[in-house]
């Protein structure tokens, strides 16, 4: 078992966000509400600590996985597996994040990616059903590659079925420059 004590000197906010976003049942809305008042790092050390804290709409059981979880895991493990995957984060307020998501209604609070970070090039979405048809995925992938192969970026919220498919498609076209 893994207890994550941390060295609140070697972390930046993505990594602190990376460790919060891995909690059972984190989304982003619940996320938003745990970050209102703290910073990232001081949501984690909060939750290893002990301390008191309140989240609208959260369960005090759904505090209590979080906690037992957040002593469990190491905030340093998961930063070294993303970076040994060549994933680039982005945190809201930070410099790289991009202007036109920040000013988005809801923006998502950390930005994952491979390859090259968004920039100002032409980016898509592609979002759609978790539960599709074999024929979807097909789709989904060929638009993925054709997308990537014109020098646009794909971002979704990443979830299995269109999503994952869009994205194998974008991963499978080598956009080396």
């Known amino acids: 078992m893994k207890t994550s004590e941390p060295n609140l000197q070697s972390k930046n906010d993505e990594a602190w966000l990376l460790g919060l976003l891995r909690l059972p049942g984190m989304g982003p809305s619940r996320l938003r509400r745990l970050l209102e008042t703290r910073s990232p790092e001081r949501a984690w050390v909060c939750l290893v ?19 037992m979880h957040a002593r469990r895991t190491s905030i340093d493990d998961h930063w070294a597996a993303a970076q040994e995957l ?16 920040a000013d988005d209604i809801e923006p998502p609070h950390l930005l994952f990616g491979l ?23 097909r789709c989904a992938f060929e638009f993925g590659a054709a997308l990537a192969a014109a020098g646009v970026s794909v971002v979704s919220g990443l979830a299995l079925g269109i999503d994952a498919a869009a994205h194998q498609g974008v991963l499978s076209v080598n956009t080396a420059d």
């Open 49 to 67: 600590s002990g301390e008191t804290i309140a989240v609208d709409g959260v369960s005090a059981d759904l505090l209590a996985q979080w906690r």
């Open 115 to 137: 390859g090259k970070p968004l920039g100002d090039q032409p980016t898509v979405g592609i979002v759609g059903t978790r539960n599709c048809t074999s024929y979807g995925k």
């Open 86 to 101: 060549g994933v680039w984060m982005h945190h809201l307020g930070g410099v790289d994040y991009p202007e036109r998501l």
